[in-house]
């Protein structure tokens, strides 16, 4: 499908997460090389989007370890204790991870353009010429390039996830995370964000993608990982793991998606 | 409408009889009745004395009265707001020291009246007769009369302004509450520090549930400056009316004189408020004409998009897509 490579870009071992008693993350493993998709899928409370929300801090990690591109995340290791970083590094570590999220989270205040041109300008220090030709740059690679100075309200569901792309792609991320991009879309409008997401695909973007989509986990994923009760259940190529499912829970829950 | 629905007949419009509202006109009658009569007394009773109203509207001490009740009112309103930023963003910090600073200052101030609190800064210079600085318990660096520091105009405004900032930093700390938490956590995937994410993504949508009460406490504000005489503050409109009116022993005609400012000012600060809420509101609430009537939606999406946009961009308004 894609040009991947042998080289590791994100690194998770050993992840827990508690809020408070309550045991979301049991100990997950997982790996993505540079230029790889990796699509997630698992029931509802599974800890999917948790395990996605951690490796670029929106939420703590309870224990284990989280890396990106060799640089651990949320952590500084000196002489084997962890120490918390700064909240302006772990801002510098979230500039090379792009997020997108089921809301969109576009800012409301902002049209189309602006939300893009934001953080170029206010984190890169961009000029906003420079930060403006490539937004209207990325309005079009994602279908709206006549969309750039309407305000997210104005936009269908479809448009406002297709400029949140935009906006995160505009940091130039080494990683894009999707945090079930398309569960809050109609139906009709699934189409075009996913196939901007095959696009940047195939252009060699390293994604991890949480989806209720199996369609796309099977055309464009490099590996497919079943997670349920917080633990990574089943994990391999997507083509197999779909068609010949190794774990009864995995044989269950795609019974039921499919 | 497309050429498919042009090829038939136009529909015959439904023609229903409309509900009868007697109630809206037994009301209409009560209502304008009472109030030609009201007007009838204004004209009729010679006790409102309309020619002392007359003479004293533009009087010099009036006027004069009128602006420094303006320079109170912007003043301590401009204090407040600089406090009630700082203190709500205060109380939202991580910093445990910063939340129950900010917690004990509204305790305080929204605890305390306005007139005791406006009579101890009238009397601060003789609690504090000095103002240094200095280690304590140990050198002094400067030292200077707080009299001549603390004048009467800088006691009122700190006074009024002060006991303002604890209401706005609860109205401030209620905005910022309101902005949905999927901003903050997009901001801070695209990798925006605290600041800046609190001044250009979370305060900008805040706003438009902050207006509205601040707008409230403004024209409050206005009112509140009566009080300013417990300073004492002598010049206000209030007690430049009063003192007229104690003068020619008339206090009806300049209590209108009085109550006409105060009402052409909050009138006045109604037509901003409505701009500072139009300003807010973009891209939020525009939304709702845009629904209603195309042809002014496209006309104003012309219009809005700021300096960002190119202007040689289609504005087309997105019919089908739109929600």
């Known amino acids: ?258 | 409408m497309d050429s498919h629905q042009d090829s038939q007949a136009a529909p015959v419009l439904n023609d229903a009889v409309p509900v009868r509202h007697p109630g809206r006109w037994v009301s209409a009658i009560i209502i304008i009745g009472v109030l030609v009569g009201f007007v009838q007394s204004l004209v009729t009773n010679p006790r409102f004395r309309w020619d002392v109203v007359g003479t004293y509207i533009l009087d010099t001490k009036v006027v004069q009265g009128v602006a420094w009740t303006l320079v109170l009112t912007f003043a301590s309103m401009v204090l407040a707001i600089i406090l009630a930023i700082l203190l709500a963003f205060m109380r939202q910090s991580d910093n445990p020291v910063f939340r129950w600073s900010s917690w004990t200052w509204v305790w305080f101030f929204r605890g305390t009246p306005v007139y005791t609190q406006l009579l101890f800064w009238g009397l601060i210079a003789v609690l504090y007769p000095k103002i240094s600085a200095g280690v304590p318990f140990g050198p002094e660096m400067f030292s200077m009369d707080t009299s001549t520091v603390v004048t009467a105009t800088v006691a009122a405004i700190l006074g009024l302004g002060l006991n303002e900032s604890a209401y706005l930093a609860e109205i401030f700390r209620a905005g910022l509450k309101s902005v949905d938490s999927g901003q903050m956590e997009a901001a801070e995937a695209l990798g925006m520090g605290k600041t800046k994410i609190m001044w250009r993504i979370i305060l900008p949508q805040a706003m438009r549930v902050i207006v509205p009460p601040t707008g409230n406490e403004t024209i409050g504000m206005l009112k509140t400056t009566s009080l300013v005489l417990a300073v004492p503050f002598t010049l206000d409109l209030t007690f430049a009316t009063n003192a007229l009116a104690n003068r020619i022993y008339l206090p009806i005609p300049l209590l209108i004189v009085a109550a006409f400012w105060y009402l052409v000012i909050t009138s006045i600060l109604m037509v901003g408020q409505h701009f500072i809420e139009a300003h807010y509101g973009k891209g939020v609430d525009n939304r709702v004409p845009a629904a209603i009537n195309p042809a002014a939606a496209k006309a104003s999406a012309a219009v809005a998009p700021s300096a960002e946009a190119e202007p040689d961009l289609k504005m087309d308004f997105p019919e089908e897509e739109a929600k």
């Open chain 1, 1 to 258: 499908m894609t040009i991947t490579t042998e080289k590791p870009l994100v690194q998770i071992e050993g992840l827990h997460k508690y809020y408070g008693n309550h045991h979301v993350l049991r100990g997950i493993d997982l790996t993505v090389n540079q230029g790889e998709v990796s699509v997630v899928i698992g029931p509802s409370g599974s800890g999917k989007s948790t395990m996605l929300r951690c490796v670029n801090l929106l939420e703590t990690i309870s224990a284990g370890r989280i890396s990106v591109g060799g640089d651990l995340i949320g952590y500084r290791e000196v002489k084997g204790r962890l120490h918390d970083l700064k909240s302006k590094e772990i801002a510098a570590q979230r500039r090379e991870i792009g997020m997108v999220f089921q809301r969109f989270n576009l800012f409301p205040h902002k049209t189309a353009l602006q939300n893009i041109m934001e953080a170029p300008v206010q984190v890169k220090g961009q000029s906003k010429t420079v930060a403006r030709k490539r937004a209207l740059e990325l309005l079009d690679r994602v279908g709206l390039g006549d969309r750039a100075g309407h305000y997210p309200s104005q936009l269908s569901g479809g448009q406002q996830q297709r400029v949140a792309i935009a906006r995160a792609l505009a940091m130039d991320p080494e990683l894009m995370l999707f945090d079930e991009p398309t569960s809050a879309l109609d139906p009709e409008l699934v189409g075009d964000v996913l196939n901007v997401m095959k696009d940047l695909a195939k252009s060699g973007m390293t994604m991890i993608v949480v989806t209720h989509e199996i369609g796309f986990a099977r055309e464009v994923g490099d590996r497919l990982t079943f997670m349920d009760g917080g633990v990574v259940v089943e994990s391999g190529d997507p083509r197999e793991v779909l068609a010949n499912p190794q774990h009864p829970r995995t044989k269950e829950f795609l019974s039921r998606v499919l």
